[in-house]
Antibody, heavy 120, light 112 residues
Framework: QVQLVESGGGVVQPGRSLRLSCAASGFTFSSCGMHWVRQAPGKGLEWVAVISYDENYKYYADSVKGRFTISRDKSKNTLYLQMNSLRPEDSAVYYC?????????????WGQGTLVTVSS | DVVMTQTPLSSPVTLGQPASISCRSSQSLVHNNGNTYLSWLQQRPGQPPRLLIYKISNRFSGVPDRFSGSGAGTDFTLKISRVEAEDVGLYYCMQTTQFPWTFGQGTKVEIK
């Protein structure tokens, strides 16, 4: 069965960096686009970034563009989110979500999430 | 960005009775390829989101047939034919026709 397990969250000071990971299993990782979506405590869902199955396309929300970088390692079936220059408003649970080969499809499976808290 | 607006934001329902949630987008969700990428997600308390419906009306694997989706263009609806206790939670519409993906504010379904 499809499994997505996020890790790497924690408490970090403003301006610092953090790298999130999402270990994928149960499907052909190299054939699927992958997304990061976040949810601030008690708030709704905010899409963060996507990487296509072939890494030819990467898109970011304006709120993270230039600070966050999405990447993947097909040999490890792992998705990453490098987060630099973190701000208090980046505090949220970060979910990875499986996409399809078509970059417009996705959100069919979600991980349990990892909590990031940006605070001094 | 496409703005997604859900109504109502709260829906108290009696067990066994139907529930309906509306979602309106600020622009048409019909892609150039003819598909409409409108999905519905369920988020139970303390859980991650779960896909219920994709491309307006297609139930995802394992989703009970009491859930159904309909609509076109900019107006969409999620219906639960008979609400069960396990349906309590937040429901979000989501568009993936264009980036950035955007979500509705969420509708809370609770039992009266």
């Amino acid at each position: 069965q499809v499994q997505l397990v996020e890790s790497g969250g924690g408490v970090v000071q403003p301006g610092r960096s953090l790298r999130l990971s999402c270990a994928a299993s149960g499907f052909t990782f190299s054939s699927c686009g992958m997304h990061w979506v976040r949810q601030a405590p008690g708030k709704g869902l905010e899409w963060v970034a996507v990487i296509s199955y072939d890494e030819n396309y990467k898109y970011y929300a304006d709120s993270v563009k230039g600070r966050f970088t999405i990447s993947r390692d097909k040999s490890k079936n792992t998705l990453y989110l490098q987060m630099n220059s973190l701000r208090p408003e980046d505090s949220a649970v970060y979910y990875c979500a499986k996409g399809g080969r078509d970059i417009l499809t996705g959100g069919d499976y979600w991980g349990q999430g990892t909590l990031v808290t940006v605070s001094s | 960005d496409v703005v997604m607006t859900q109504t109502p934001l709260s829906s108290p329902v009696t067990l066994g009775q139907p529930a309906s949630i509306s979602c309106r987008s600020s622009q048409s969700l019909v892609h150039n390829n003819g598909n409409t990428y409108l999905s519905w997600l369920q988020q139970r308390p303390g859980q991650p989101p779960r896909l219920l419906i994709y491309k307006i009306s297609n139930r995802f694997s394992g989703v009970p047939d009491r859930f159904s989706g309909s609509g076109a263009g900019t107006d969409f609806t999620l219906k639960i034919s008979r609400v069960e206790a396990e349906d309590v939670g937040l429901y979000y519409c989501m568009q993936t026709t264009q980036f950035p993906w955007t979500f509705g504010q969420g509708t809370k379904v609770e039992i009266k």
